[in-house]
């Protein structure tokens, strides 16, 4: 069944200087995971005693969901309401570096940014006096504003929020009808989904990448040199500027579908002014339009074939590099903190052997008061404590076994073990 998405223009304005959710979930996840993956075991153990057993997938998503909790999301300009301006965290998902400039020599900076989430998160994990929960936010927005940057449109030109004010189509294919979105929502989504798509490999009974976890094991079948130390240690060398300039470079390298011959004569800084499928802003902030901004309804793109096939290796090398890069930032900061806060594998087995068994031993219990109500027994606290330690002993060994051979680590190339 085709399905049909819109996304209209009035809309546009609702973004305001914040930019759309990078990547989605789906993208965050696979930045997260290939973190994990490529991360040193002691990184590992240091996240996990952390952050408990959450995931760096997980993590890595958790600033998106949180936009609409006023303790994130909330722009009231009186500071005596809750939504004070310490609980709008929505302009750390980017940075607006305009053509031509670098972030040190653009003429306007933010006090909130992608950069200032980056480097304050790495300060706060690092710092000797932040609490846990100072901490526990700094990975997970230090794991999505990753993700964020490695995204091209989250470095913006200053005009058209990062792409979400530029209409396009998404041509019609035998699965989809033609959808009409914003190119920042294509770029966060649907190259992602196609991306998925070319890992089909019917002759293997391998099917279209779906999940976070099909991607991953697409990487390990077809970029495996990109799951090991020597590529963490080559995308992990640099600075987090100079890993915005390369998306800013993407950027400027046909991502925008201009017409051919349509900004000939245009200079760079100004092309993102002419562009009839675009809105562009005087004020970002304030959605205060620009002189003539209006989108020409006649000449909005169509993103064809050719444009993701063109793109989708691109978003897949991001995308690793991304969790490259912030596997190699978390090994940084694992080196400075104690080794007694870490959780082992074996501290990971055995909290989940316990969670397990607290859970099947209540169920156990509740059906056995059930049974004893009915028949006039002693209820739960009867049934537990006058036959469940033995049960209790032998069942805990049993899910041990289980869990232990269900959590086996994911096997990785073996040039990923040289770690």
């Known amino acids: 069944m085709k399905t049909l998405v819109t996304f209209t223009a009035p809309l546009l304005v609702l973004f305001s200087s914040s930019m759309a959710f990078a990547w989605a979930d789906l993208g965050h996840s696979i930045v997260g995971a290939v973190a994990e993956e490529t991360m040193k075991p002691e990184t590992r153990d240091y996240l996990r005693g952390l952050m408990g057993l959450e995931p760096l997938s997980v993590s890595a998503i958790f600033p998106d969901h949180v936009r609409d909790d006023d303790r994130f999301g909330h722009k009231d300009p ?59 936010l700094a990975i997970r927005y230090l794991a999505h504003v990753m993700g964020d940057i490695a995204q091209p449109l989250h470095i913006g030109n200053g005009f058209d929020l990062g792409g979400n004010a530029c209409q396009v189509t998404v041509q019609e294919t035998p699965e989809r009808n033609p959808m009409k979105t914003n190119l920042h929502a294509f770029w966060d989504d649907g190259i992602v989904v196609f991306l998925g798509t070319t890992y089909a490999d019917p002759a293997q009974k391998i099917g279209n990448a779906k999940y976070m976890n099909q991607y991953l094991s697409a990487f390990e079948r077809l970029r495996p040199e990109m799951l090991t130390p020597t590529a963490k240690a080559q995308y992990g060398a640099g600075t987090v500027k100079d890993w915005m300039l390369e998306s800013q470079a993407l950027r400027e390298n046909g991502l925008y579908p ?50 993701e096939k063109k793109f989708a290796p691109v978003v897949e090398t991001q995308l690793l590099k991304a969790g490259l890069r912030l596997a190699a930032l978390l090994d940084d900061v694992a080196l400075s903190q104690p080794k007694a806060l870490r959780m082992t594998d074996a501290q990971q087995e055995d909290t989940l052997s ?31 404590v006058g036959a469940g330690p033995a049960n209790a002993a032998n069942d805990t060994n049993a899910t041990t076994s289980r869990v232990l051979k269900a959590r086996a680590p994911r096997a990785l190339p073996k040039a990923v073990n040289d770690n």
């Not at 156990?364 to 027994?377: F, M, P, Q, Y």
């Open 78 to 136: 009186d500071v005596s309401k809750r939504g004070a301006d310490t609980h709008d965290f929505g302009d750390f998902h980017f940075c607006e570096i305009p053509t031509g400039f670098t972030y040190d020599t653009k003429p306007e900076h933010s006090t909130k940014d992608c950069y200032g989430a980056i480097q304050g998160s790495i300060a706060l994990l690092k710092s000797k006096t932040s609490t846990t929960a100072e901490k526990q």
């Open 258 to 307: 201009d017409a051919p011959g349509s900004m000939d004569g245009i200079p760079a800084g100004e092309r993102a002014k002419h562009r009839p499928y675009c809105q562009w802003f005087e004020d970002q902030a304030s959605s205060k339009p620009g002189a003539g901004s209006a989108i020409d309804k006649s000449k909005i793109p169509v993103l064809d074939l050719a444009y």
């Open 354 to 384: 316990r969670v397990q068994t607290a859970f099947k031993t209540a169920g156990s219990s509740a059906a056995l008061d059930s049974g004893n109500a009915a028949a006039g027994g002693a209820g739960v606290l009867g049934g537990v």
